[in-house]
């Protein structure tokens, strides 16, 4: 049972535009959500997160927006950049456990 | 500060052979996590340790995967006898361990496994 849905396999966006990847979820006990970024042979490593109390979070050209109605999130990277290109992963957790629930990742691809 | 450690980095066995992936977390992380990555889907939690104590092995094929946690520190995940649908990567996380909080968790590069 998939909690956490990343429903586009890939993106390909030109330098300098905004990337948008999204994610939706079905556990309304989530309350927590981050974005991991993954390049090929590397683990993941935590890029931003967003508390259920927050619409947003921002870091430098990184956003992330969280719609709690909608069970869904988005991250915002702009401007992208080539070193962006990689594998981005939404995660979720529930402040009773804390457990992770990954998305199955979104590659974006920056071209230059 | 040193990260998550984990070897080997590649692995192809033949099904039925055994295989043992071993992690060394970041120092004093109490947490340490394995997860199951299989091409085109995200990482599955197989088993969470805090400290030398297992919190959920709910999703651990039990009768094939095994994994331990002496003294607290370093983990050894292992699988026997071995299935073609075991190839994934096998990723070992680490985390601190503050009660109330979510902890961030650090991700070892993983083992990538192939089961011909």
């Known amino acids: 049972d998939q909690q956490v849905k990343q429903n586009s396999p890939s993106l390909s966006v030109q330098e300098g535009r905004i990337s948008i990847l999204n994610c939706d979820y079905t556990?309304?006990?989530?309350?927590?959500f981050l974005w991991y970024k993954k390049y090929p042979a590397e683990g993941p490593t935590f890029l931003i997160s967003i508390s259920s109390i927050k619409d947003k979070n921002e870091d430098g050209r990184f956003t992330v927006f969280l719609n709690k109605s909608a069970k869904h999130l988005s991250l915002h990277i702009v401007p992208s950049q080539p070193g962006d290109s990689a594998v981005y992963f939404c995660a979720a957790s529930a402040s009773n456990d804390y457990k992770l629930s990954f998305g199955a990742g979104t590659t974006v691809t920056v071209r230059a | 500060e040193a990260g998550v450690a984990q070897s080997p980095r590649y692995k192809i066995i033949e099904k039925r052979q055994s295989v043992a992936f071993w992690c060394n977390p970041i120092s004093g992380h109490a947490t340490l996590y394995w997860y199951q990555q299989i091409l085109g889907q995200g990482p599955k939690l197989l088993i969470q340790f805090q400290n030398n104590g297992v919190v959920d092995d709910s999703q651990l094929p039990k009768d094939r995967f095994s994994a331990e946690r002496l003294k607290g520190v370093d983990s050894t995940l292992k699988i026997q006898p071995a299935k073609l649908e075991d190839s994934a990567v096998y990723l070992c996380?680490?985390?601190?361990?503050?009660?109330?909080?979510?902890?961030?968790?650090?991700f070892g590069p993983g083992t990538r496994l192939t089961v011909l």
């Open positions: 996380a680490s985390s601190r361990l503050l009660a109330g909080f979510y902890n961030e968790q650090f």
């Open positions: 556990n309304s006990m989530f309350d927590y």
